[in-house]
């Protein structure tokens, strides 16, 4: 891919920049993007792809939005950054006010963090610090199997076993309770057994377990798994019937991707604690949130720290809350509802097709979110580089392609996302 007009330096790239999961010994090839616009990412040779990732769920309305672009300039001229303890701000103020609107009611503090995997470390603290202020030992979390939670320590170890290789760090991975994942799809007929095994772990483990932490209705990076929202719906009556608070990791989900604000919604759920980030900017800085109820966050107080023991360095950067505020207004504007619903609808007629080729196991949708599951894994260099020829940026991992493009993307934009998969099938 190097060039002679390349000015961004591959070769230095490929023998000293670590990129997210990948070897230094057999790097893979990187594409340099020059900038983006829209759903378009710009290649520095002139090429532009139609974004199909969102920059991994987060570039919600596509890139270099004005509005987003204005909130940031607006506030880098005011104070790009100061301190939160002992200080506070309007876009940090205004962020947890529309936080706390948009979540369901009982939600009604915010703790504003760094990125997800903290979002999550913090959710975790929070439920450990509950159960010690009451006096309980209770160190465990349940989780399922196909789990993506981050990749610090805390969020690793709740994530599925597997994946997240957790034989590396026996010994020092604090190790949790997994139960079997939801087999029921979305769209399929409640099966009641499916929650059986969650069940006998959750009253196996009852009294010491602080909390229970899952992704609602889809799977992220752990699978790529949409499950029935009824599944969920029983976690709930399971945390309250066995007194264990509730973690929703909507990271992934929030902010509309599943047709949904939040997905908790399709099961008319509300979680203890809830975690947000990715698309909580729009894409353009990372800022994430743990929101919890005034009981849990009152309990945490009054124990013996009397305080929640978490502060960040960055927290509430005052760039990445103005954002965050015009990327909420966007959708308080309310166009992704039919966005999204016309995403899932094309989605719905195109990857039944898709689902038909020999390579394929399974297809499935939600939302703005498009999964093709193949029976091999697939060679990850090859399949991108025939991507990019075809002029659309999806990046595939294991045996899973899939597609959460900016929610602004055209019916016919959309159509070269799923032809290309189509094709490359072929
Ligand atoms: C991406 C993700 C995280 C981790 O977020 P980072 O910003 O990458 O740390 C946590 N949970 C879920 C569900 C995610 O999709």
Known sequence: MQNSTSYIDLEFDQQHVWHPYTSTIIPLPCYPVESAQGVYLKLED?????????????????????????????????????????????????????????????????????????????????????????????????????????????????????????????????????????ECGFYDEWCEDD??????????????????????????????????????????????????LLIADEIATGFGRTGKMFACEHANISPDIMCVGKALTGGYMTLSATLTTKHVADTVCSGEAACFMHGPTFMGNPLACAVANASLELLMQGDWQQQVHNIERQL??????????????????????????????????????????????????GKLIYIMPPFIIKPQELSCLTLAILQILQ
């Open 348 to 397: 719905a007629e195109t990857l039944p097709e898709i689902g038909k080729l020999n390579k394929v196991k399974a297809v499935r949708w939600l939302g703005a979110i498009g999964v093709v599951e193949l029976h091999e894994t697939v060679n990850m260099a090859e399949i991108q580089k025939s991507f990019v020829d075809k002029g659309v940026w999806i990046r595939p991992f």
């Open 46 to 182: 002139g090429r532009e792809l139609i974004d199909g990732m969102s920059s991994w769920w987060s570039a919600i309305h596509g890139y270099n939005h004005p509005a987003l672009n204005q909130a940031a300039k607006s506030q880098l001229d005011k104070m790009s950054h100061v301190m939160f303890g002992g200080i506070t701000h309007q876009p940090a103020v205004e962020l947890c006010r529309k936080l706390v609107a948009l979540t369901p009611a009982p939600l009604q503090h915010v703790f504003l963090a760094d990125s997800g995997s903290v979002a999550v470390e913090v959710a975790l603290k929070m439920a450990l610090q509950y159960w010690h202020a009451k006096g309980q030992r209770r160190p465990k979390f349940l989780t399922v199997r196909h789990g993506y939670h981050g990749d610090t320590f805390a969020a690793m170890s709740v994530t599925d076993p597997d994946n997240s290789m957790h034989s590396l760090y026996k010994g020092f991975l604090p190790e949790h309770i997994f139960a079997e994942s939801a």
């Open 195 to 244: 929650i059986t095994d969650f069940r006998n772990n959750l009253i196996a483990y009852r009294n010491e377990l602080a909390a229970v932490i899952i992704e609602p209705v889809v799977q992220g990076a752990g699978g790529m798994r949409i499950y029935h929202p009824t599944y969920l719906t029983r976690i709930r009556q399971l945390c309250d019937e066995y007194d264990v």
